[in-house]
């Protein structure tokens, strides 16, 4: 995978100050595949090194001017992964030891009484080489194949994260588009009727306009207090643990103050206790618009007459929370199911309904990961089901 046949051969250095010696080992070595270089001295072995550098040095420990140890330092200067072979006589055998820590590949003992196994020292310190070069080009690779890899992590979390955002921006562009349109017709009411307010001389006519105007007035209040506590609530509170049957039993006191819930039996079945993570104020607008449309579904059924009834339900399994807001009230037909999370879908008369309550709801449960369906029939009834992971 290399390509073998255009690498440059490979370069071995012998260095020995006796002629002879320098014979032999050229002779040993000939024929092997590499390009030989045989020099005499230290200094022209430094010149080789510094010029050329080299795989293998071969090189006598004793050299009468550089020695064969410097000789070693200067090659792994020039390329760390050349590797040397240092020639040492019996006198020197620790020294030889110590070149061996300075990493040298191997010594042989003068006098060179099995020339062929320097020739099988020389070819295992080449094969040393050629692996320790291969690694480090593996590693090099992994290393870039690492830097890809993460680089294209950072580049889809980046995605990721510019998708999320254009999915919000898009839902805010939807809410500010239906806030504009639900505002703007009450607006262009109380503008005509001051216009003829202006204009008319008639007293009880006055006080009938005046009348519609506070009407209208009221329609567009009650939807930016309807925006405005959710917006309120997600910015400035804190995430706790929230106490779903506690947040529950706030939600039905303000409910039960805030509309006439007359002849509606609240049916609870709740544990002791169930948390999840997360704005207090957040979960209990959740339960507050769902008992809510609850109540308001079956007052428009029984009309105040007995029967009505809401349900409420929680439990808990391992990774969630779950709740069951469900009403024996007039129901929702089934091609109405699936727009009545949108923004300003009300099939209730201006004054009673704002059309924000689930959008509301279903906002805050995404924000948490939550998930949230409903079931319903016409004049049976209707079960909302909601889920909150409980590490979100
Ligand atoms: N429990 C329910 N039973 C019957 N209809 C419901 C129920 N909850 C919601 N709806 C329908 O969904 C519509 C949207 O509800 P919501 O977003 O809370 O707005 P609003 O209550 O202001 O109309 C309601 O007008 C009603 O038609
Ligand atoms: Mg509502």
Redo the contacts with the bound molecule.
């Keep these: 995978m290399d390509q073998p046949d255009s690498t440059p051969a490979r370069h071995l250095l012998i260095v020995d100050d006796e002629p002879v010696i320098l014979q032999i080992l050229q002779a040993v070595l000939e024929g092997e595949p590499y390009r030989l270089t045989a020099v005499g001295t230290g200094r022209e072995a430094a010149a080789v090194i510094e010029e050329q550098g080299c795989d293998l040095l071969l090189t006598d420990k004793n050299l009468p001017d550089i020695s064969g140890i410097d000789l070693l330092r200067l090659a792994k200067e020039k390329d760390p992964f050349t590797e040397v072979i240092i020639i040492t006589g019996y006198a020197s055998v620790e020294t030889a030891i110590a070149a061996m820590e300075l990493d040298a590949f191997d010594y042989v003992l003068k006098p060179l009484n099995n020339v062929f196994d320097i020739r099988k020292k020389a070819r295992q310190a080449l094969q040393k080489r050629d692996m320790a070069l291969e690694n480090r080009r593996l590693l090099s690779h992994l290393q870039e194949k690492n830097a890809e890899l993460e680089a294209a992590l950072r580049e889809s979390q980046e995605l990721q994260a510019e998708l999320i955002q254009s999915e919000k921006l898009a839902g805010i562009g939807t809410l500010a588009a239906g806030i504009a349109h639900e505002i703007s017709s009450p607006l262009f009411g109380i503008m005509g009727l001051a216009e003829a307010v202006d204009d008319e001389e008639d007293l009880a006519l006055v006080r009938e306009y005046a009348g519609d105007i506070v009407e209208y007035c009221r329609n567009i209040r009650d939807i930016v207090v309807e925006l405005t506590s959710y917006s309120r609530t997600a910015t400035t509170e804190y995430r706790t643990a929230v106490d779903l049957p506690r947040i529950i039993e706030d939600a039905l006191l303000l409910v039960e103050r805030s509309a006439p819930v007359d002849g509606v039996v609240f049916d609870r079945q709740l544990p002791e206790a169930a948390y999840v993570h997360a704005r207090t104020n957040e979960i209990q607008q959740v339960f507050v618009?769902?008992i809510?449309?609850?109540a308001?579904?079956v007052i428009e059924r029984f009309g105040g007459a007995p029967g009505g009834r809401v349900g409420i339900r929680v439990g808990q399994d391992d990774e969630s929370v779950w709740a069951e807001v469900s009403?024996n009230?007039?129901?929702?037909p089934d091609d109405?199911l699936s727009v009545?999370?949108d923004p300003f879908?009300?099939?209730?008369p201006p004054g009673?309904?704002?059309?924000?309550?689930?959008?509301v709801v279903y906002r805050i449960l995404t924000k948490y990961r939550g998930t949230i369906s409903v079931e319903?029939e016409p004049e049976r009834?209707?079960t909302?089901r909601l889920k909150i992971p409980v590490v979100n």
Excluded: M, P, R, V
Excluded at 329 to 332: K, L, Q, T
Excluded at 345 to 348: A, S, V, W
């Design positions: 618009n769902l809510k449309n609850a308001e579904a009403d009230g007039s129901g929702i109405k009545i999370f879908y009300t099939t209730k009673k309904g704002t059309g924000l309550g689930l959008n319903s009834g209707t909302f």
